[in-house]
């Protein structure tokens, strides 16, 4: 009897997958606008495998940056095969494939080199837009991703370890063979690039996490359902010093509303305390909740309270009372 192959068409062909791809092209093809259009033509490098291929490049013009730059990462794709998912995998092998076909389409686009400073700095924001579109999908251009990745989970570097390293090299080489100047110029470029990689990752909308300690924890709960309209958790904590137990306010918001969360703790409590932290990712729900009437909040906090104190159902005869069970712990700890 044959085995067949089960393939879960929903998992392959759906809205997230099409992102994904049009991400994954989208941010080949700004990546390699930077190197054809401002990168090479500066005499510049590049970080990652790109750099090795346009030094190879400089040095034998016979050798086209496309077929190293693909010829380098299929070593590295197979010995991700081994080590990592499939479909990080296979993005990767997109990624690698449409740069190494764009590299080649876009050579003859018009270029810019009236300033190598202007060329580092735009073509980094560029080439970073795009390297970040892909990652923030899911996806990877292959090359250092790919191998730092591999290399920590085999070996516990970090990715960014992995590609300072990796990069700290290729400046170096680039100085002993072309300069310090030229060498200077490509850790900009880099830099550049890797900042706007993380910012495009992260996304534009900053978010902050606040804890508010406070006199009238439940007025200000009301004042920011109402004004913000943003969930929150309260946080059972004691005073070091007093002793006295307060409810401590957790919530999270992003840079617009910052400043009437800053404004409702102000108008409900002006001696209350908050710290901010600013927040990378936010996992989960981050969605704006319905303005509520003071009225309807109140009744959903009531209706809430009353379930905490509903009657227990009767317990089947065969379990175990797991509040006994942990009082009688508590009771033998404290003998």
């Known amino acids: ?100 076909i764009f590299l080649e389409l876009f050579k003859g686009m018009p270029s810019y080199t009236n300033n190598v400073l202007m060329a580092c700095i735009f073509g980094g924001l560029i080439a970073g837009l795009g390297a970040g579109l892909i990652i923030r999908r899911r996806g990877s251009s292959g090359g250092m991703d790919v191998l730092g990745i591999v290399i920590k989970k085999r070996y516990a570097f970090s990715v960014g370890t992995v590609g300072t390293a990796f990069n700290a090299v290729i400046i170096g080489v680039s100085s002993l063979l072309y300069g310090i100047e030229i060498a200077m110029y490509t850790f900009i470029f880099i830099a550049v690039c890797n900042y706007a990689t993380d910012k495009t990752i992260e996304g534009i909308s900053k978010r902050y996490t606040a804890m508010i300690i406070c006199e009238k924890p439940d007025e200000m709960k009301m004042a920011i359902f109402q004004r913000i309209h943003r969930g929150l958790t309260f946080i059972h904590g004691t005073g070091a010093f007093s002793g006295v137990r307060r409810q401590i306010i957790y919530c999270v918001v992003n840079q617009y509303e910052l400043a009437t969360l800053k404004q409702v703790i102000y108008d409900i409590d002006d001696k209350a305390f908050m710290t901010l932290s600013e927040t990378t990712e936010v996992y989960g729900s981050f969605k704006k909740k319905g303005a509520m009437s003071l009225e309807a909040l109140k009744a959903v906090e009531q209706e809430n309270i009353e379930d905490i104190l509903a009657p227990r159902k009767p317990k089947d005869p065969g379990s175990k009372d797991i509040a006994s069970v942990t009082l009688k712990e508590d009771d033998v700890s404290l003998k």
Do not use: H
Not at 21 to 32: E, M, Q, T, Y
Not at 71 to 77: A, T, V
């Open 1 to 100: 009897m044959k085995a067949s192959l089960k393939i879960d068409k929903g998992e392959i062909f759906n809205r997230s997958t099409l992102l994904d791809l049009i991400a994954i092209i989208v941010g080949s093809a700004l990546w390699v606008i930077a190197v054809d259009a401002i990168v090479m033509p500066n005499g510049l490098l590049s970080g990652g495998f790109t750099g090795i291929a346009i030094m190879l490049n400089y040095k034998f013009s016979f050798f086209p940056v496309s077929l190293v730059v693909f010829l380098m990462n299929i070593p590295i794709l197979l010995w991700a095969f081994k080590e990592i998912n499939l479909r990080f995998v296979c993005y990767s092998l997109l990624g690698v494939t449409l740069q190494s």
